[in-house]
């Protein structure tokens, strides 16, 4: 369950309830478009490729709330099992000076202090507080929401590659 939020050409952009997260599925055929901010159901076929394919099956009008489609969501929880005594605490922009020299295929585990900036499926983004530095990274689990500007300490997960994968771990609100 979705809000729509615009179309531009073939891709109509949804956004989630919370307003948190961004969703743009292509179209293939002719719908009727919702009108802005309009609460709706979407179905979608979503295809693993370098950049992941969304297509839009339907869109159901009727279907307006959680309830209504059954909705099941996977747990939020700000806590986690991992050991955060193993993660090395660094400034954003130092990491991005080391992570230049990282060999290929290391492993390292970080947390940094970062303000939140924004979500858009999977991929969360940070700024440092002080140098103002972007960091994005994925996660692998649902986390509770987050405020924009919101202060918080995130571990990660970096492995080297072209450029380091970042994969996070936990927030510490």
Do not use: C, W
């Not at 050409?9 to 719908?31: E, K, M, P």
């Not at 009008?61 to 986690?80: M, P, Y």
């Not at 405020?147 to 995130?154: I, P, Y």
Request: glycine residues 4%; hydrophobic residues 35%.
């Amino acid at each position: 369950m979705v809000q729509y939020t615009s179309q531009s050409g073939t891709v109509l952009s949804f956004a989630s309830l919370d307003q948190r997260t961004t969703l743009h599925v292509t179209i293939t055929r002719n719908y009727s478009v919702p009108a802005q901010g309009q609460t709706v159901t979407i179905y979608y076929t979503a295809t693993k490729r370098i950049i992941d394919s969304l297509v839009l099956d339907e869109i159901d009008f009727t279907n307006t709330t959680e309830a209504g489609i059954n909705l099941v969501k996977s747990a939020v929880s700000a806590s986690t099992s991992i050991n955060k005594s193993g993660y090395k605490e660094i400034e954003v922009f130092d990491y991005k000076m080391e992570a230049e020299n990282a060999p290929r295929n290391n492993v390292r585990k970080y947390k940094s202090k970062v303000l939140f900036s924004s979500q858009n499926g999977i991929s969360y983004h940070f700024v440092s507080p002080v140098e103002k530095t972007l960091i994005s990274m994925k996660a692998g689990r649902r986390f509770p929401s987050l405020a924009a500007d919101q202060s918080v300490t995130v571990y990660y997960t970096a492995v080297k590659g072209i450029v380091d994968t970042l994969s996070l771990d936990a927030i510490e609100f």
